[in-house]
């Protein structure tokens, strides 16, 4: 009874209405968040920079096409895994900061909640996606890109003073959270796919 519940809140257009509302506010807010990084950030580098924003802007794309009873598959891939990942990475980054000695504020509290949010919608939303293998693919090539951009070249989005002597175990920790979000969409998918036959 209260997976059908479930589903038909997540269908609801009101519902859907609002959630569109959140993360269109939610994503203006983290691109303004990004404002002083992004100002020093060369300009071939601007799009890999917000990460959470860009993930957030993705689902926006797939609630308008489910607003209109559309999918677009690439882009639903594009979100389920950046939402998973980046949702994760913002949470364990202010933890881990917290753990190294950071005082943790109202704002600190807000991106907890939000980042977890943003990961759990991805996931929610997965039995309405209708993502093929190829898409996740062309999402890994994105997202492990992504991390290259972010490690290598230095572009990661900051991280507190207090964890940032250990960017390398964090460029690895990334590393790994990107396959693990990709492995997760994909064996969903999978699995959602079974049950539908």
Known sequence: MLKGSLVQLLRDRTFLWILFIINVF???????????????????FLIF???????????????AAFLMKKNIPIVEALAAVTLLKYGIWAVVMIVAAAAAGDTLNWQQYMLIGSHLGMAIQGLLYSPFYRIK?????????????????????????????????YINEIAYFTFWLSILSLLTVYLLNKKLEKQNL
């Open 26 to 44: 939610g994503t203006i807010y983290g691109y303004i968040w990004y404002d002083a990084q992004l100002a020093i950030t060369p300009s071939i």
């Open 133 to 165: 293998p190829w898409h996740i693919v062309v999402v890994a090539v994105w997202t492990l890109h992504n991390d290259v951009i972010d490690y290598i070249y230095g572009m990661h989005p900051w991280v507190s003073s207090s964890i940032r002597m």
């Open 49 to 63: 920079v917000p990460d959470s924003p860009t993930a957030s802007l993705f689902f926006c794309i797939v609630l």
